[in-house]
């Protein structure tokens, strides 16, 4: 048995060292060829991975931003009745994934990996570092979520997420950081032109030829790295604003216009987005990923005048596009201030530098939070304030015990007065009132003087006769109450009816006592 496994190895060697030395046949060639030629088409069939760092709002506002920007993966998952990937984003850095569909909901494009993470703390630096390499940094995107339920505090969360994305970035390795720079300079190169509206950014074979712009003012300043996408959610919140806090237009133009000032410091985009209105939140992305469809290619058309839908692509937009809006915005200042607010504590916690025109502090000081400003109270002038009316009962219910305490000094008043006392004091303010009367009807008679009338043919002052017809009615009305006259006679009369009914009175009571009864 030994001896046969020796000769087989023997052989086994033999062949090999003959299928080496001797020529490939052309059967061996064909087949190399063909196992290249699926190799590549197994490449060109393998889903792009992109990166997505979505920072900012809390757990639920995360899961609607990406409810809006999976809505037709949603739709196909639904279809195929295949459950939805979770979504861990409760604790510190969470994580989930979506595919991204064609138009026709059928091929997939892509296939995204999204980190979330809600609180922009420096400790969490350390967590994001393995997020950026060399090799998926040129397909990352920075998302930056901001609620519309409390604007107010939007420039300080931005300033505090940049400020953490500068930390994290600083601490990459070296062939990261030279990555980062090349894809910055590639983003710098796709500036407005000609040939280069494409809202992705990407220095494609549009851009080849064209004229490079130089940057304007303001302009990639403050780079980070990678691109930004700032996202506005719950726009839809900014007819509330208006109703119930007073806003004007001036604000949400204050605020659009200080966030592309700021924006464009870092080569940043801007869109609005709404749980309930359509918007270009999932065009704006997938653009920006580099992500295109060949059946419907991305059509993003810069919007500015429509407060709830604001879009503004990156590399678009300048000074003088700010200033369409409305005039008296210091674009200088807002620039310079921010560059100031997003550096880094040093070491005491103290800022390097400091100066008056922090941007923070102007905007803080323009969006006034009405739930924490006691300062703070619409102005009744304004329009479109809206004044709360309580219901019929409630009203009544809230005025029982004024009228209670109304009857109850009623009641104590009448119950003081004197009698004597209350017809004097009518008696008195008759008088007054007849003293009044007179004095107001000389008054009138003094400005408007004696009044004639005709009649018969004959004038007569109407004064006059009105006298005469007084004194004719006081001659031949009789006296009410005439003079008492005292004759022997009326005296003696009076005197036999009182005696009359004294002795009727006295024969009654006789006849009523018990000793009257006894004898009868």
């Known amino acids: 048995m030994a001896k046969v496994l020796e000769g087989f190895r023997q052989h086994q060697s033999y062949g090999n060292v003959v299928k080496s030395t001797t020529p490939q046949s052309k059967g061996e060639k064909a087949d190399d060829i063909w196992s290249s030629l699926l190799d590549g088409v197994a490449n060109g069939k393998r889903l792009p991975e992109k990166t997505v760092l979505v920072l900012g709002g809390s757990p639920e506002l995360q899961e609607e931003y990406l409810g809006i920007l999976g809505s037709h993966s949603a739709r196909r998952q ?16 969470g994580y989930t994934y979506q595919e991204v569909l064609d138009a026709d909901q059928e091929d997939l494009l892509a296939r995204l990996s999204i980190h979330l993470l809600s609180e ?29 339920a409390e604007p107010w505090n939007w420039a300080r969360q931005l300033r505090d997420w940049i400020r953490l ?30 040939k280069s509206s494409d809202a992705s950014g990407n220095s494609g074979s549009a851009n080849e030829g064209s004229a490079i712009l130089p940057l304007g003012p303001g302009e ?16 839809d919140n900014i007819d509330y604003l208006e109703k119930e806090n007073g806003w004007r237009e001036e604000n949400f133009d204050f605020i659009q216009q200080f966030l592309r000032t700021i924006l464009m410091k870092h080569g940043a985009s801007l869109v609005y987005s ?68 997003i550096r880094l504590p040093d070491e005491d916690g103290d800022m390097k530098a400091g100066s008056r025109d922090h941007s923070l502090r102007l905007f803080e000081d323009t969006v006034l939070n009405p739930k924490s400003d006691k300062d703070f109270t619409p102005s009744l002038t304004q329009k479109g304030l ?33 009698p004597r006392s209350t017809a004097g004091s009518a008696t008195l303010v008759d008088g007054e009132e007849r003293g009044n009367s007179v004095d107001d ?17 004959i004038e007569v002052d109407a004064e006059d006769m009105v006298q005469r017809l007084k004194d004719r009615d006081v001659e031949g009305t009789p006296d009410k109450n005439p003079p008492a006259v005292s004759t022997p006679e009326g005296k003696s009369q009076n005197e036999a009816l009182s005696k009359f009914f004294a002795d009727l009175i006295s024969k009654r009571g006789a006849s009523n006592s018990p000793r009257a009864s006894s004898q009868s």
């Not at 459950?83 to 409760?90: E, G, L, T, V, Y």
């Not at 930390?167 to 000609?194: F, I, P």
């Not at 990639?220 to 719950?234: F, I, K, R, S």
Request: charge should be neutral; glycine fraction near 4%.
């Open 78 to 93: 639904n279809e195929k009745h295949r459950r939805r990937p979770p979504i861990a984003n409760k604790f510190a850095l």
């Open 441 to 457: 009807r000389s008054r009138v008679h003094e400005h408007i003087g004696p009044v004639h009338f005709n009649m018969g043919g």
């Open 120 to 148: 922009p703390s420096l400790d969490f630096a350390s967590l994001l570092i393995p997020v950026f390499t060399a090799r998926n940094v040129p397909d990352t995107l920075l998302v930056i979520l901001l609620d519309w």
């Open 220 to 235: 990639w300043d403050e780079a980070l790295g990678l691109p930004l996408c700032v996202v506005c959610h719950n726009s």
């Open 274 to 341: 709404s749980s309930t209105m359509p918007n270009s939140l999932p065009s704006l992305t997938q653009s920006m990923l580099d992500i295109h469809s060949l059946i419907k290619p991305h059509s993003l058309k810069p919007n500015y005048t429509e407060r709830e839908h604001v879009l503004i692509p990156p590399n678009w937009d300048t000074w003088g596009k700010i200033l369409h809006i409305g005039d008296g915005f210091d674009r200088e200042r807002v620039s310079k201030g921010w560059s100031v607010d």
């Open 386 to 418: 809206e004044v709360e009316v309580p219901s019929h009962q409630a009203f009544l219910a809230s005025q029982e015990p004024t009228i209670a305490r109304m009857k109850a000094d009623e009641e104590k008043t009448k119950g003081s007065k004197d």
């Open 165 to 194: 994305l500068r930390a994290t970035l600083e601490q990459v390795d070296v062939m990261t950081q030279q990555v980062m720079e090349q894809l910055m300079q590639d983003w710098r190169k796709s500036k407005r032109g000609s």
